[in-house]
């Protein structure tokens, strides 16, 4: 099968490109510099033999590994995306590989104060014998969401120079801006063609996931009112006390991101300012059910207006915007999507296991654009951080059970 080298060389040469991306930025691809990982995807793509690969204006790949069988398969679709988090550099990328990990904590050699416990990182207690990747302590790795490149490239070129392994048509997709909510924004549907698809962007081994966050934006904009403040008494209603008023009055142990975990949703500032006159406050919603938003943000309405009730001459804005929903909506109406992800997660030795994801994936996206797309794991942990670490050996599993799912779409039919 696939080796542990055919998935870590491609690993260790793609966290060495910066690719972060960036939420400020107008542009598609958010940063120029997504495209040099793209070209040289799109090189090593050619050089399997993939002849149609191709890198468009806005940074996405495509490429088709050609079907081998006579039968009907569906075509399927295997997605990463090629950007790194914009909250922890991913510039000067130093990837380690701590060999035979015997347990214990791991040191990072280049900032003694990173270290890596197993009660930090539980996985590690899975990992007795593996083959752990760090970055030195200094940057990011970029296993988010290189392992998921480098297992979807190693199981095309396997399954390119292995006919014996009977598939259909295959599609492969690399994304910009994942990280910062746009990663299918300009995907092309028709010209990607595939009626099935799985991202490759999950945490442990074996796991599978089916559902996902669903999630809106809320804005509220406060109109004060600004006066000299030598003579401010009985005028002035400052915008930005309005907006602490508000974020003063969210629950203090429920509802939160730091109170929440399992299917718990929650409502989140992830930004404020402003000045007197106006103030802008940004939150984040999210509930495992759709329905549940639309209580989440009555509530942070109820809360403004009942601030607002001591400030007679203020206004206010609020504006929800529909981030992404749940693909478990769109995926339950094709059970075989994830029958046959478990099949191969079987056929490689290991045990499924459904998971939740509390956060988005280009697959609810991709789902609702007409793909239903679960995740895989790719066996990235400790995500957007400095401590962000992933096994060798379950990136090889990964890109297994990438072979393994177009066998068994092909068995099926």
Not at 237 to 263: Q, R
């Amino acid at each position: 099968m696939i080796t542990p080298q055919a998935v870590t060389e491609r690993f260790l040469r793609y966290v060495k490109i910066d690719t972060q991306s960036d939420p400020e930025s107008p542009t598609i691809p958010s940063t120029e510099k997504q495209k040099n990982l793209a070209k040289v995807l799109l090189e090593e793509l050619k050089a399997i033999g993939i002849k149609d690969a191709e890198l468009d204006e806005f940074g996405y790949i495509y490429a088709t590994i050609p079907s081998n069988t006579s039968k009907n398969v569906p075509v399927l679709c295997f997605c990463s995306h090629m950007d790194t988090s914009p909250d922890c550099t991913g510039a000067n990328v130093n990837p380690l590989i701590h060999r035979d990990y015997q347990g214990g904590n791991i040191q990072l050699p280049n900032d003694k104060t990173q270290v890596m416990t197993p009660s930090a990182h539980p996985d590690l207690l899975n990992q007795i014998g593996n083959d752990i990747v760090t970055a030195d302590g200094t940057t990011l790795l970029g296993a988010d969401n290189k392992a998921g490149l480098a297992e979807i490239m190693a199981a095309a070129e396997y399954l390119m120079i292995h006919p014996e392994v009977k598939h259909g048509a295959i599609r492969i997709l690399f994304t910009p801006d994942e990280e910062i909510g746009r990663g299918v924004d300009k995907v092309d549907m028709k010209k990607l063609g595939a009626q099935f698809g799985y991202t490759m962007d999950g945490e442990s081994l074996g796991h599978i996931e089916a559902e996902n966050f669903s999630a809106d934006a809320v804005t509220i904009v406060i109109n004060g009112v600004s006066a000299h403040p030598g003579f401010a008494k009985g005028k002035m209603e400052s915008a930005i006390k309005i907006v602490s008023e508000i974020i003063a009055a969210l629950p203090k142990d429920k509802l939160s991101p730091e109170s929440t975990e399992d299917m718990d949703g929650f409502v989140h500032p992830t930004s404020i300012g402003g000045a007197i006159e106006q103030a802008t406050l940004k939150f984040i919603i999210r509930d495992f059910v759709t329905s549940g938003l639309k209580g989440k943000e009555d509530m942070l309405k109820e809360i403004t207006e009942k601030v607002l009730k001591n400030y007679p001459n203020s206004t206010y804005m609020f504006k929800v915007t529909e981030q992404y929903r749940n693909m478990k909506e769109i995926i339950d109406k094709h059970p075989q999507v994830i029958q046959y992800a478990e099949e191969a997660v079987k056929r490689s030795g290991l045990k499924p296991h459904m998971q939740s994801i509390r956060g988005g994936t280009d697959g609810s996206r991709l789902s609702f654009m007409g793909m239903p797309c679960p995740n895989i794991f790719a066996g990235e942990h400790a995500f957007h951080g400095k401590q962000e670490w992933v096994s060798v050996q379950d990136m090889q599993k990964a890109a297994e059970v990438i072979v393994n799912i177009c066998g068994v779409w092909e068995e099926k039919r």
